[in-house]
């Protein structure tokens, strides 16, 4: 999935991010405007500390876990429908189910390690391998 930013591509990492503003939608709804909205929010550089590589604080925490994963979750949330719920783990968006109305529009699950792999050690290795990302 590819997707534009106000006609450039995401992926390139050099141009500015800025959230839409204003009561005009990009996505189909503003149950997915919203989330999309923080997300492009959080690469703004006024509010990022390094938006070039996707860091939005910390040191390490992510809005995305790369730019091509950047571009598909924006892709996704302007072309989800009502009854569509987008995936997203560790920043990779990994798939849309068919849900409800009803139904959250995103659920995300990030450093979701079980206690005995929880070490810094072990994220960094995944970190490093692409296979995780962390949010504080």
Not at 22 to 40: C, D, H, I, Q, Y
Not at 69 to 82: F, G, K, N, P, S
Request: hydrophobic share 40%.
């Amino acid at each position: 999935m590819r997707s534009h930013c106000y006609g450039l591509k995401a992926s390139i990492g050099q141009q500015t991010i800025r959230a839409p503003r204003g009561t005009v939608l990009t996505a189909k709804s503003w149950l997915t405007e919203a989330p999309l909205r923080m997300l492009m929010n959080n690469l703004d550089p006024d509010v990022a500390e390094n938006p070039h590589e996707l860091v939005v604080y910390g040191g390490i925490g992510r809005a995305a876990r790369n730019w091509e994963c950047y571009d598909a979750i924006v892709d996704a949330l302007t072309r989800l429908e009502a009854d569509e719920t987008l995936l997203i783990q560790s920043g990779k968006p990994v798939g849309v189910f068919k849900t409800h109305d009803n139904a959250p529009r995103v659920l995300i699950a990030n450093s979701n390690l079980v206690p005995h792999w929880a070490t810094w050690e072990h994220f960094n290795e995944l970190d490093a391998k692409g296979l995780a990302m962390y949010v504080r």
